[in-house]
């Protein structure tokens, strides 16, 4: 089994950088797609962004393409997440997720699925105050 920890998150102002860091325990790091998800209050959990096993390909939510970037360090059992230009929409808790049989949907999850999906970190909390 593969064990995540996220960190990272905090308050910031709108227009301001973070940078979210998961580290992974456990299977084959290197072999992994690796993913990240976000989940505001009262919302499902919502795909953000991934990266293959080798960090060749990457795919973004159309809501933070251009503004976030996934990246992963195969040495270090690292993914991360930088987030520039943040808004208020980006509130919430971000979860990083292994992806251990390629079948993690890239879209939102409702809350009733989210086990079948795992394994999931405990999550770190984003907030963006205007």
């Known amino acids: 089994q593969v064990q995540l920890v996220e960190s990272g998150g905090g308050l910031v102002q709108v227009g301001e950088s973070l940078r979210l860091s998961c580290s992974a325990s456990?299977?084959?790091?290197?072999?992994?797609?690796m993913n990240w998800f976000r989940q505001a209050p009262g919302k499902e959990r919502d795909f953000v962004a991934s990266?293959?096993?080798?960090?060749?390909?990457?795919y973004y939510n159309d809501a933070v393409k251009d503004r976030f970037t996934i990246s992963r360090d195969n040495t270090k059992n690292m993914v991360y997440l930088q987030m520039s230009n943040l808004k208020p929409e980006d509130t919430a808790v971000y979860y990083c997720?292994?992806?251990?049989?390629?079948?993690?949907?890239?879209?939102?999850?409702?809350?009733?699925?989210?086990?079948?999906?795992?394994?999931w970190g405990q999550g770190t909390q984003v907030t963006v105050s205007s």
């Open positions: 456990g299977r084959t790091f290197s072999t992994i797609t």
């Open positions: 990266i293959s096993w080798s960090g060749a390909s990457t």
């Open positions: 997720n292994a992806d251990l049989r390629d079948t993690v949907p890239l879209t939102k999850i409702p809350a009733s699925k989210i086990n079948d999906f795992g394994p």
